[in-house]
């Protein structure tokens, strides 16, 4: 009771407080709180400063160690290939040199200036007044000459995510090599093989080892340096070359200004009258890239590893060597021997004497594409890879000086680092080479739809691939992938009298009419007018969906099926009356992962599974943009009409036409659609113990082709036969 009674005293007592008492309280509660955050963000932001500068003072003692005469060992010296640096990845770094802060990019009305450059192989960055006194100790892609490759210690200027735990040991003591400056020693970093070494420890490891480097897990897939070849060149010639393809640049620039704006007045009726392959998602990407040439313009005179320019240079059709290489298998085509010295003048390295069990990685990257990660990926890749075999796509350097440049590699493997346009453009190019082994092709999918990657077990975009391990994971996937084959199919365009209209158009994936196809037109004219919209995967999706709601009440299509004639290995195939669209597809995966076909959908008795190596094509069709979108959901399946080797498509009336994501508007005429060729492409392993299998097998194959225990044709036969029973 007597609890109780004190319980009622004191609640009687804080009822009788004075208005006054009360906001007093109040405030003393508010101050105390707002006291405890002040407080709490001040430990927070004193923290931060003094990791800074024990980060700082790290810095400088590695910088120290680099400097002292004693530490200092027979290694081979590069420059650094200093480009200036925009945009936000300039914020909080620090100078090589001077180790002072470096401050980002600045606008000044309409010129973007920059204080900083970085390297565009090792990533270091430094001040433009510092850049000229920086040490030469970027990774040297070239030791030809030399017995072993020798490890090339520096700072590591860019982290590289989910790196597997022993490379944060020490190579020498297996310590942890951790950032903490409170006692211990500086830490160095191979540039080739990425493992972590204390300078306190190398002493001991030279010693023991020679310094010499195996360059590490990656060790098939990095080109070597020791048969990586200078070529000298004349400084006349170079400078003189360096002028022209900076004027060369700037003219590229200036013409695609005009025809952006020109383009806002002509929207689709235009047929598109290029050649060359766009495709999926990077429409015209490769025909507006390196819009601002400041980067590699006039800032940069000199020639980037991959023995190009960094101002551009001239696209080719083909390229070629006039003399047979017995080791390379190339079946050199004579028309385009005047183009090979064109490229053969721009090569600043050659190939020579690779070991036969060498599978070299052949990469190219679409800086343009759906996702527009090209640049990171760029600096990851050069920092993981020899930055030789790293070769940069663009409206002025097309995958042809690659390809050249690796002519004498008996077997490498290359990996496409975009969207599906960038695939078909890279396939487009090995076809005019002749192999008589093709290289396998991977898929880095950093487009937007990214089909073709999809059914390779690629991954949609990049948010897949950083949830898988990152890039170090994905470079040991390649290694160990399986190959597989694609079905690749030519398309002919010829009017009523049987004249060809276009160019034959190339087919990897698929080729729609009707509304998707206006959908995918609508996109390429919103991405020619305002190229900025289009800046990551997630964002062109939407704009993709904005699109294809605006196209759910129209009803342009509603004659569609008394608009075409559709002929399958010469019967007349049907358009059901409320059809709106018809799509040929070649693999099961349409519009970021819709699969038309449905393999395992049994009410279907008189058709077979969908195959993408069978030279079988199926025919299916949709019913509007509403219908388009419940595919997209997965409340609903396109109707399936055919499948067929040979398939034929008459137009009466103008139509939106898009072949893997290439559109543009198609006056009356006939499509023809033909088996091409098959391409080598590497899938990724994922079942077990099968995918394993398979890779195995597939690396079995080619050791077998290098010893000339079976040749190139039985190697294509026995992986055509697995791919179709692995299927």
């Known amino acids: 009771m007597d609890d109780d009674t004190e319980i009622d005293t004191w609640f009687s007592v804080r009822s009788n407080k004075s208005p006054a008492e009360s906001a007093e309280s109040r405030f003393f509660v508010v101050s105390c709180c707002a006291a405890a955050f002040v407080g709490i963000v001040t430990i927070f932001y004193t923290a931060f400063q003094w990791r800074r500068n024990i980060n700082l003072n790290w810095m400088r003692a590695i910088a120290r160690s680099k400097r002292n005469p004693k530490a200092r060992h027979k290694v081979p010296t590069a420059p650094h290939s200093w480009e200036p640096e925009f945009g936000s990845r300039g914020k909080n770094l620090n100078c090589c040199v001077c180790l002072e802060s470096a401050s980002p990019s600045q606008t000044l009305g309409s010129t973007i200036t ?130 022209t393809h900076g004027a ?67 696209h080719n059709d083909g390229v070629g060597d006039n003399k047979t290489e017995s080791t390379s298998g190339l079946k050199r085509n004579g028309s385009i021997n005047q183009k090979d010295d064109s490229v053969r003048m721009k090569q600043r390295y050659e190939l020579v004497d690779l070991p036969p069990d060498a599978r070299p990685l052949l990469v190219f990257i679409n800086k343009k594409s759906g996702a527009r990660r090209g640049d990171s990926l760029k600096q990851q890749m050069n920092i993981l890879l020899n930055p030789v075999q790293v070769f940069e796509l663009s409206s002025a350097q097309g995958p042809e000086v690659g390809l050249y440049l690796f002519r004498k590699v008996p077997h490498f493997r290359i990996l496409v680092c975009g969207g599906d346009g960038t695939v078909g453009w890279v396939l487009n190019v090995i076809d005019k080479q002749n192999f008589v082994s093709p290289p396998p092709v991977a898929i880095l999918p950093a487009g937007t739809g990214n089909d073709l990657a999809r059914v390779l077990s690629w991954g949609g975009g990049m948010g897949a691939l950083e949830k898988q391990g990152g890039l170090f994971t994905f470079l040991h996937q390649i290694e160990h992938a399986a190959m597989t084959i694609l079905d690749r199919w030519k398309v002919t365009i010829v009017n009523n009298q049987a004249k060809q209209l276009l160019q034959p158009k190339f087919m990897n994936n698929y080729l729609g009419i009707g509304c998707d196809a206006k959908v995918a ?40 099926p008394w608009q075409v004639r559709v002929e399958v290995d010469g019967l007349e195939i049907e358009v059901p009356e409320d059809a709106e669209g018809v799509l040929v597809a070649n693999i099961g995966s349409y519009m970021g992962g819709v699969d038309l076909w449905q393999n395992e959908d049994d009410t279907y008795d008189n058709f077979d599974p969908q195959s993408m190596h069978d030279k079988i094509l199926e025919v299916v069709s949709i019913s509007g943009t509403w219908h388009l979108g419940k595919l997209q959901v997965g409340l609903s399946r396109a109707r399936r009409l055919a499948q067929g080797q040979s398939i034929k498509i008459q137009l009466f009336a103008a139509l939106p036409v898009h072949i893997d994501g290439e559109p543009w508007y198609q006056q009356p005429c006939t499509f023809s659609i033909s088996h091409h060729s098959q391409a080598f492409m590497l899938k990724k392993a994922v079942e077990e113990p099968l995918g394993h299998a398979t890779a195995i097998i597939t690396d079995v194959l080619e050791n077998a082709e290098t010893n000339h225990v079976i040749n190139a044709s039985q190697k294509r036969a026995l992986l055509q036969e697995m791919a179709l029973r692995l299927s």
């Open 114 to 243: 920059s204080d900083i450059y970085r390297c565009s192989i090792c990533s270091a960055v430094a001040h433009v007044e510092c850049s000229s006194n920086a040490q030469k100790d970027c990774k040297c892609v070239s030791m030809f000459g030399n017995d072993n490759v020798v490890h090339q210690w520096t700072v590591r200027w860019t982290e590289i995510t989910n790196l597997p735990d022993e490379t944060s040991f020490c190579s020498s003591c297996e310590e942890p090599c951790s950032g903490s400056f409170l006692g211990g020693s500086p830490i160095w970093c191979c540039l080739w093989c990425q493992r972590l070494v204390h300078v306190d420890c190398h002493t001991n490891m030279s010693t023991e080892t020679g310094d010499i480097c195996d360059l590490g897990s990656f060790r098939r897939l990095i080109l070597s340096p020791l048969f990586v070849k200078e070529l000298n060149r004349s400084s006349a010639g170079a400078f003189l070359s360096s002028i």
């Open 248 to 314: 060369n640049e700037i003219a590229s620039s200036v013409r695609a200004t005009i025809q952006s704006q020109s383009k806002k007045y002509k929207r689709g009726t235009e047929t598109s009258a290029d050649s060359r392959y766009s495709g999926n998602a990077d429409t015209s990407t490769e025909d507006t890239a390196e819009s601002n040439p400041a980067v590699n313009g006039s800032f940069q005179m000199d020639e980037n590893c991959n023995g190009e320019f960094s101002m551009g240079v001239s």
């Open 521 to 560: 037109l609508d996109i390429h004219n919103l991405r020619e007018e305002n190229p900025d919209l289009f800046y990551s995967q997630f964002m062109n999706k939407v704009l993709y969906a904005r699109e294809g709601a605006k196209s759910i009440m129209d009803r342009t299509f509603a004659d569609f």
